[in-house]
């Protein structure tokens, strides 16, 4: 659930309120509309609108690691195992 949009750690939004329940849908619009969130990417076209992890309330964060795990040390794992991939042109023959 976690992504990396243009450098900035993110969580897509219908998670939050949908297979996460972390909040309700009422509250997500909420903290939408008056700006309590930065949205990095909006919605629509088949896209998922993504939600900047930072500047998710504390008290919703806590919630999220608890359910996903920290984002940093995730990115870190993945950071990993991307450094190890290598194209393989005859695999892809």
């Known amino acids: 659930m976690y992504e990396y949009h243009s450098n900035i750690l ?16 009422v509250n997500y619009q909420n903290l939408t509309n008056r700006g309590q969130v930065n949205i990095v990417r909006k919605g629509g076209n088949g896209r998922t609108a993504l939600i900047e ?3 998710i309330p504390p008290r919703f964060r806590t919630k999220i690691i608890e359910q996903l795990g920290d984002p940093k040390e995730i990115a870190v794992e993945k950071s990993r195992l991307e450094r190890n991939l290598h194209h393989d042109e005859l695999a892809a023959e």
């Open 10 to 25: 993110c969580i897509k939004s219908n998670w939050l309120y949908g297979a996460g329940a972390i909040i309700t849908r």
């Open 53 to 55: 992890f930072d500047s």
